[in-house]
T-cell receptor, first 114, second 112 residues
């Protein structure tokens, strides 16, 4: 198993550009998450999904969109990138049993908006 | 959503036990307490979780108070490699939503 795979690992965007961060997991996990982490800060939940076709907002969803058309993939779309979106983005997944089991994280995608 | 409160930083001498506290006074009866740690800029790593009984695994022990309003993560013999940010979280939302909110965490510095 590859676990949780995020691409790209690094990206520089200009203000106003758009891009999609890809996240894929091969563990057949129902739950998937997107977090962002600003320098020196904790993780903030952007969006999460409890299964294909179902997504919900987290703490900081503004400026982002997600979709979950398959169990494996959970892409995060940034529209009209802003410097405030400069951050490290982590994707994670978890088994169906929400009260047990652990979150598996990807290695992160480091995004800089200039 | 239940909120957690952790001290921003702690020091521990190498080889000694590291006791990391977490307050979750608004936790509801069916919410679990999870602990994760993050080393440098890597993705967080799961450590342990529990509901109301004390738990132990190969990495750490988790002590949850009887009223479940607080817990302590214990690293019995801290090493320099345990220097990391430690996050205490509870499963957020009512029902089985799967929403997981991280707080600011505690930066643990293990010193020689």
């Amino acid at each position: 198993n590859a676990g949780v795979t995020q691409t790209p690992k690094f990206r520089i965007l200009k203000i106003g550009q758009s891009m999609t961060l890809q996240c894929a997991q091969d563990m057949n996990h129902n739950y998937m998450y997107w977090y962002r982490q600003d320098p020196g800060m904790g993780l903030k939940l952007i969006y999460y999904s409890v299964g294909a076709g179902i997504t919900d907002k987290g703490e900081v969803p503004n400026g982002y969109n997600v979709s979950r058309s398959t169990t494996e993939d959970f892409p995060l779309r940034l529209e009209l990138a802003a410097p405030s979106q400069t951050s490290v983005y982590f994707c994670a997944s978890k088994r169906l049993q929400a009260n047990t089991g652990e979150l598996f994280f990807g290695e992160g995608s480091r995004l800089t908006v200039l | 959503d239940a909120k957690t409160t952790q001290p921003p930083s702690m020091d521990c001498a190498e080889g000694r036990a590291a006791n990391l506290p977490c307050n979750h006074s608004t936790i509801s009866g069916n919410e679990y307490v999870y602990w994760y740690r993050q080393i440098h800029s890597q993705g967080p790593q799961y450590i342990i979780h529990g509901l109301k009984n004390n738990e132990t695994n190969e990495m750490a022990s988790l002590i949850i108070t009887e009223d479940r309003k607080s817990s302590t993560l214990i690293l019995p013999h801290a090493t320099l490699r345990d220097t990391a940010v430690y996050y205490c979280i509870v499963r957020g939302g009512s029902g089985n939503t799967g929403k997981l909110i991280f707080g600011q965490g505690t930066t643990l510095q293990v010193k020689p």
